[in-house]
């Protein structure tokens, strides 16, 4: 076994493996760009090294200088993680070439699945069923539509290198795909630094299910079972469950076995996933499945399988990388109960998933036990860099069956508490409270077929919300012992009465406030409420509402309220005349960045007319392409800009001069 590694990645994967090295006694070697000099990767490392500057480019994804860490630091293995080089066939023979172990398989292997197309070929060679596409050379985006065409549509454009539903587009029809197939080529040359697409036919009911495989040197491999990632978005998982709920064993043991099949013909090493689309058009039942593609590497949703079968399968990376044979063969390799992984996020689904950044001054998931595991990358007080990836963490649980962990998921979601930036928390919950999913009724159009239901209108702020608020805003007075510093016309011997105003979105909503003996009196939109705390335990609070017991957490920074109450995530702000800026200088017609980014492509020209709704600018940010529309028509006017442009924060991009009522 291996004395001391090196791990080339960041934020949770990293910390993730750090911890089954050091529970082997194994020395870690973090690195880091200068913009995660303060990580939690680096905090855990038993020795860390700089490596370049917050782009990834120049830093994780710097080969020589990582390569170069590992050999001053005396590492004898580089463990890859995933994302940036963990599929990089150059990376792993660089190692090679040096002597240093590649904790992952042989760059043939990378090689051969790395590429989707040329993967396609191979099993295709070994007997394995594929989706019907084009994957061949021509790469004319004339060509390229005829062959659409030919397909059928809908097709799916698909980068053949990389992953993430990193240069993907679903194309409906003819007329969208030429802008498609120009986005996604954009978008894989910007990640992966290779533009060559595939075509396939989308499959428009369809489950995504994939198996873990593991091989050693000598040729042996195991499948561990199952995975089920169906629920996407954007063809980026959102939740993975294992095993495959409602999957016979018959259907089970002919995946694993294909699984098997396809690692052997390419002679693969180490851990690995065989990824496949099932089409569930007449049910899943004896439904054909088909190969999609291989990732060479560790996935983001491995824990779910280490939570079914009791394996760390970073220890069995380590191990089959060090020279030893698998620890277990097929038959020992139990599945026990059911376990769900989610993905928390910084983004809004509000704003279309707009990713955030920020500094996340809370971050609370209830105490771990045999039922809930808690992998991130962050802690409270870090930030959440524009640089990369806005996952802040995963959450994954463990029951008997399906139904126990649907319902351990559920009260994790509602009992986590996280502030300073908007996450995908309580989308998360809804998801999870969702009927048609409680009995494994989805597909991969689950999210698009229910966003209604997932992310709800907002018909304002419930009055137990802002109870919760205002209690919180009131219980460090009701001593009385600052009432003299109020101004709001209190007079001795008579009730304290008091007025907030809270602010959610632009809309303002107040709160009225009676001081009583036995708590206080409310009004919120016209109708009065007793309100009494019951008890307040740090940031959670159980009160009485006219009589009924509400339970809700929140978490104050200065005067911003982050309200948890039932799965609901409620971000509001309490206004203070004299204190916040009452008339804000209007922005009407002025195009701001949501955030920091570069220009990757302007559609419109200076003084062009334009209308409501049109697309203007495409900022890439966070490893994804973000569309900026026009929110009125009008004429546009640029401000010197250019495409590769460095765009900060709330910058302006350009102003729409409205047309008259007249034009």
């Known amino acids: 076994m291996f004395e001391k590694i090196l791990i080339a990645n960041r934020g949770e994967i990293a910390c993730r493996i750090m911890g089954t090295a050091q529970k082997k006694g194994i020395k870690t070697v973090a690195v880091y760009s200068s913009a995660d000099a303060a990580a939690r990767h680096v905090r855990l490392a038993d020795e860390a090294y700089e490596i370049g500057g917050p782009e990834a480019s120049d830093s994780y994804l710097s080969m020589d200088r990582i390569v170069e860490v590992a050999r001053t630091s005396g590492a004898e293995a580089i463990h890859p993680g995933y994302g940036f080089l963990s599929e990089n066939e150059e990376f792993a023979r660089k190692c090679e070439e040096v002597d240093i172990r590649f904790i992952g ?247 279309d998933f707009l990713p955030q950044t920020g500094t996340l001054h809370h971050f609370s998931v209830p105490i771990q036990d045999n039922w809930l595991r808690l992998d991130s990358g962050i802690d409270q007080g870090d930030e959440v860099s524009v640089f990369y990836d806005p996952m802040i963490a995963k959450l994954i649980v463990w029951g008997h069956n399906r139904g126990e962990a649907l319902r351990h998921m559920r009260r994790v979601l509602k009992s986590t508490t996280i502030a300073g930036i908007k996450t995908n928390l309580e989308f998360l919950y809804n998801i999870f409270d969702h009927d048609a999913f409680s009995v494994a009724d989805f597909d991969t159009g689950f999210i698009e077929k229910y966003s209604s239901t997932l992310i709800p209108s907002k018909e304002g702020v419930s009055p137990t919300v802002l109870a919760l608020a205002a209690l919180c805003e009131l219980m460090p007075h009701k001593s009385g012992s600052d009432v003299w510093d109020w101004s709001d016309g209190w007079l001795l011997n008579l009730n304290l009465n008091v007025k907030l105003t809270f602010i959610e979105n632009d809309t303002p909503y107040d709160v009225d406030v009676t001081y009583m003996d036995d708590g206080f009196s409310v009004s919120i939109g016209g109708r009065n409420y007793k309100l009494k705390l019951l008890k307040q335990d740090a940031h959670k609070l159980s009160i009485l509402l006219d009589g009924k017991k509400i339970t809700g957490s929140v978490i104050r920074n200065k005067e911003d309220f982050t309200v948890f109450y039932e799965g609901q995530v409620s971000y509001l702000h309490h206004f203070i005349p004299g204190s916040d800026k009452e008339e804000m200088e209007s922005q009407d017609g002025n195009i701001l960045t949501p955030m920091p980014g570069k220009l990757a492509k302007i559609f419109v020209k200076d003084d062009e007319e334009i209308e409501e709704g049109q697309a203007l600018f495409v900022l890439e940010a966070m490893k994804m392409e973000h569309t900026i529309k026009a929110s009125v028509s009008g004429q546009i006017i640029l401000h010197a800009l250019q495409e590769g442009m460095q765009i900060g924060e709330g910058q302006s991009l350009a102003r729409v001069m409205r047309r008259s009522a007249d034009d």
């Open 105 to 351: 398989p042989a760059a043939e292997s990378i090689h051969i699945m790395g590429l989707k197309d040329e993967a396609k070929i191979a099993m295709k060679q070994a007997g394995i069923p594929t989706i019907p596409g084009y994957d061949g050379e021509n790469q004319s985006a004339q060509y390229l539509e005829q062959q659409a065409g030919e397909i059928g549509f809908p097709v799916l454009i698909k980068a053949v290198a990389g992953g993430g539903g990193k240069g993907m587009r679903l194309v409906e029809t003819r007329d969208k795909f030429s802008p498609a197939l120009e986005s996604a080529k954009r978008e894989a040359l910007s990640s992966f630094g290779n533009d060559r697409v595939l075509l396939e036919k989308y499959i428009r009911n369809s489950r995504h299910i994939e198996v873990q495989i593991f091989a050693d040197m000598v040729g042996n491999v195991v499948y561990l079972h199952e995975r089920d990632c169906s629920l996407q978005r954007r063809h980026q998982k959102v939740v993975e469950e294992a095993p495959a709920p409602d999957l016979s064993e018959d259907m089970r043991y002919e995946l694993g076995e294909t699984a098997i099949q396809a690692a052997k013909a390419i002679k693969y090493k180490g851990a690995g996933t065989i990824e496949f689309i099932v089409d569930v058009e007449n049910g899943l039942k004896d439904a054909p499945f088909y190969f999609m593609e291989m990732n060479t590497r560790l996935q983001v949703e491995h824990p779910v399988t280490e939570l079914i079968t009791g394996i760390d399968l970073v220890e069995w990376q380590l191990r089959i990388a060090a020279g030893e044979r698998l620890p277990l063969g097929q038959r020992d390799i139990k599945l026990n109960g059911h376990a769900f992984e989610v993905r928390l996020y910084a983004e809004d689904p509000y704003k």
